[in-house]
């Protein structure tokens, strides 16, 4: 599971950001790069790589490259037909002779820049079809000014190839959306991602109920390497693997694992790198699941890396993952923090306001700590998460244990760009807000990232019978999922025990906390959204639900207020410590849901709170939102390594940051063109 950024990180200026110390030195880093649509690229440092042993740069070089060969998994993924537009635009960067300027040149321009940011053609956030706003004429004069070798024909001609291409790029309502979680519509059907052809989600649903055992300690998680397709009228999965879909791809990765296993750090890393290699030779899942238990002992390494199949947000019923690389390094200051938490885990668990048949007995093995990323490649990149905590599998979490992560370098680079931010000007109630938001909120950020993390996430068990409640939940799954997390970093944000632990100053962070959560839940995120849409992306909506369900059941005490002025609508935390009694109140309902697996009371919440927008206040926020031209999403380029040779050995590895977005992503198309346009 994945945290994302919220736009309440948009706001936080750095100034209490005191984990950081060695990044200071570096300040002439240019963070900001690149500014169009509703997207910023940013950079980010690898501060620390050269305390690096000679050893561990190998390694982390050799896990580099196994990230971004498995690029072009994702934007097929998305689409089908994402490598074929990808490679379009990228031959016409590439070999286009005519003029590459003028106002029809820099809509195009930016429309290749939007499918390299999300991926392919849909909005990485909304999952909304984006199409170009050059005029189609001028689209397919660029097409033929350019060099055909190297556009994706596949033995068509131009014309031919063209005629196919067009409405792909140009209609939004062919694969409108990637993935489409409304309730009461065929969920597999209206999403235009890969991961299924010509099923519907009833038949995938009984396939996989018929593979489930009730009571199965150890249940595989079904369908997540694989597309669903029809053959001859019976089910089938092509699974990604050596050989199979994919196949070329994951060849190259393990290529490279393979030497990452031979420089690993110690005997668990070595072990759980060459389960990885298994996994992508066999696809065999339940090599996965051995991978994963490995992969979670492996607590001693400097250098560690998540790469596989991982999240499933991008599948609306949430079964097949989407491929995602992060290769990191420990930062070893930044961790004592993060470590301070998961050292009390038994104690947040036991303290926690959830039913006692709720609570686990014993909280195992969570182990946390802030990384400074390295590389990030597939679905975390170029927008990337700031927390990762993982494996997903329930059973893994309850009997192995998790690592949870907190991307620091990134978060820092967000922090630079926030204190130049308008936004808390713009949408803070009052200046109390603003002056606790300036003091605490980068740190109150932290705390919430960590412990949504370490003890949210790896809070709470499922009743006996359930099964996997992310099977039983299903759309609403990871909504609540997301939701509960948030929900345990709100309950003790608020608590003494943090300023008894001495890693938050004083309470007055946790309500700048509040203030945040409670602003960006029910105001600022909205400035995501395009009018007349409503909440989509599970984050969101667990956002939303918290927020909005607080409000209304503390609306006889006034503990939330909406106020009005000068047209503009506020909103105000009256009383922080009821507000945490009703934090506390939704936890528990919520792991009730997730512990019996209540899909009734599931969609009540979801659907009763998470979803509906209030359409005049969206466009209020819009119309504020606007005029202080900050973009909502941002993302990152990725540092190049590039190592130093000596004959056939690597001595060394260095560091290179590209400043230029649509360079860099001709040279990872070029690099890591990995798979055929059509899979
Ligand atoms: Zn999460």
Redesign the pocket.
């Known amino acids: 599971?994945?945290?994302a950024l919220g736009t309440s990180a948009l706001m936080y200026s750095c100034k209490s950001d005191n984990k950081q110390g060695a990044q200071s030195s570096e300040s002439n880093f240019e963070v900001e790069c690149d500014r169009f649509a509703d997207l910023q690229v940013l950079r980010y440092q690898i501060t620390g790589f050269d305390e690096l042993t000679a050893q561990q740069k190998e390694l982390a070089y050799y896990l580099y490259e196994a990230a971004n060969c498995g690029r072009d998994m994702i934007y097929d993924q998305k689409y089908k037909h994402n490598l074929t537009i990808r490679r379009t635009l990228e031959a016409i960067f590439n070999s286009y002779t005519g003029e590459k300027s003028g106002d029809e040149w820099s809509k195009f321009e930016t429309y290749a820049k939007r499918v390299w940011f999300s991926n392919g053609v849909h909005h990485h956030y909304s999952n909304l079809k984006f199409v170009p706003e050059c005029s189609t004429t001028y689209f397919e004069s660029l097409v033929k000014g350019s060099d055909a070798t190297q556009l994706p024909l596949d033995g068509k001609t131009v014309d031919v190839f063209l005629a196919e291409v067009k409405p792909i790029i140009f209609d939004p309502k062919i694969g409108a959306k990637s993935v489409d979680l409304a309730s009461g519509i065929d969920n597999v059907k209206a999403s235009a991602n890969n991961f299924y052809e010509g099923v519907t989600q009833a038949e995938v649903e009984s396939y996989y109920a018929s593979k489930m055992k009730k009571d199965d300690t150890q249940p595989i998680s079904w369908g997540l390497n694989s597309k669903m397709v029809k053959e001859n009228g019976v089910l089938a999965e092509k699974v990604w693997k050596s050989g199979g879909m994919y196949g070329p791809a994951i060849d190259k990765i393990v290529f490279w694992l393979k030497k990452a296993v031979n420089v690993a750090e110690n005997d668990n890393q070595k072990k759980a790198l060459s389960l990885l290699v298994e996994f992508y030779k066999t696809g065999d899942l339940k090599k996965w699941d051995e991978y994963n238990i490995a992969w979670v002992a492996d607590v001693d390494s400097r250098i560690d890396v998540v790469n596989g199949f991982i999240e499933v947000y991008g599948d609306a019923i949430g079964k097949r993952a989407s491929y995602e690389s992060v290769v990191s390094m420990k930062d070893m200051e930044a961790t004592k923090r993060i470590a301070a938490i998961a050292k009390e885990a038994q104690w947040f668990e036991d303290h926690a306001p959830i039913m006692a048949e709720h609570k686990k007995k014993e909280v195992k093995g969570i182990t946390a700590k802030v990384i400074t990323v390295i590389q990030e490649a597939g679905d975390a990149a170029p927008s990337t998460p700031i927390?990762i905590?993982l494996p997903n599998a329930n059973w893994i979490r309850q009997q192995h244990g998790s690592k949870s992560v907190s991307l620091g370098n990134i978060v820092h680079s967000y922090n630079i760009v926030a204190a130049k931010s308008p936004m808390l000007k713009e949408f803070a109630e009052n200046e109390g807000q603003i002056k606790r938001a300036q003091e605490f909120g980068a740190l109150a950020g932290d705390l919430h990232t960590d412990m949504?993390?370490v003890i949210?996430?790896a809070s709470g068990q499922i009743n006996k019978g359930v099964g996997d409640p992310d099977q039983t939940l299903k759309n609403y799954a990871s909504t609540l999922?997301?939701a509960r997390?948030?929900l345990v970093a709100l309950y003790y944000v608020l608590d003494p025990k943090l300023v008894e632990m001495g890693i938050m100053p004083s309470l007055d962070c946790g309500k700048a906390e509040y203030d945040s959560y409670i602003m960006n839940g029910l105001i600022t995120q909205l400035t995501r959204l395009n009018i007349g849409e409503n909440l989509e992306e599970a984050?969101m909506r667990n956002r939303q639900l918290n927020a909005k369900w607080a409000y209304e059941m503390g609306k006889k005490d006034n503990v939330i207020e909406f106020l009005q002025r000068d047209g503009k609508t506020y909103v105000k935390v009256n009383d922080y410590e009821k507000l945490r009694v009703l934090f506390g109140e939704l936890l528990k309902e919520i792991q009730r849901v997730k512990s019996e697996g209540d899909y009734k009371a599931a969609t009540a919440l979801v659907e009763g709170y998470g979803v509906k927008v209030d359409q005049e206040l969206l466009k209020e926020v819009k119309e504020r939102f606007t005029k202080l031209n900050v973009a909502p999403y941002k993302g990152f380029i990725q540092p190049r390594l590039v190592p130093v040779m000596e004959g056939e050995k690597i001595t060394d590895v260095k560091v290179e940051y590209p400043t230029n977005f649509t360079e860099n992503m001709l040279r990872l198309g070029k690099e890591y063109s990995t798979l055929p346009n059509k899979n």
Request: aromatic share 0%.
């Open positions: 599971m994945v945290s927390g905590n949504h993390e949210g996430h999922e997301e997390a948030d984050h």
